[in-house]
């Protein structure tokens, strides 16, 4: 069996600590600016230790270097949560918890 490695063990505790998971769709072309400007919006509005985001599912979406094209957003208020859907909406991945 592989061993965890940092980043898989920290987004394993994310899944088990955050009560409230939306997964963001991050266009190629887009990405950075789109994934700077959400973590922007988690720093001024969510208490720290409130949330974390990371790497989701396909391409990228382990430990390979490439960036993933869904980013997960782990929150552990749930107005917070909803108020970070409620921004950015337009990217949310139908489905996913909030």
């Known amino acids: 069996m ?3 490695t940092g ?10 600590r955050f009560p409230h998971k939306i997964d963001m769709r991050m266009p190629p072309n887009e990405r950075d600016t789109r994934v700077r400007g959400m973590v922007a919006w988690c720093w001024q509005r ?4 409130a949330w ?3 790497g989701h599912g396909g391409p ?4 390979s270097g490439l960036l993933p094209t869904v980013v997960r957003f782990y929150f552990m208020d749930a107005g917070v ?3 970070f859907r409620g921004r950015w909406d337009h990217a949310a991945i139908p489905g996913s918890a909030g």
């Open 46 to 49: 969510a208490k720290a230790g």
């Open 81 to 83: 949560a909803a108020a």
């Open 7 to 16: 980043h898989t063990a920290a987004k394993r505790d994310a899944e088990r």
């Open 2 to 4: 592989a061993r965890a």
């Open 52 to 54: 974390e985001q990371h």
């Open 60 to 63: 990228g979406s382990g430990d």
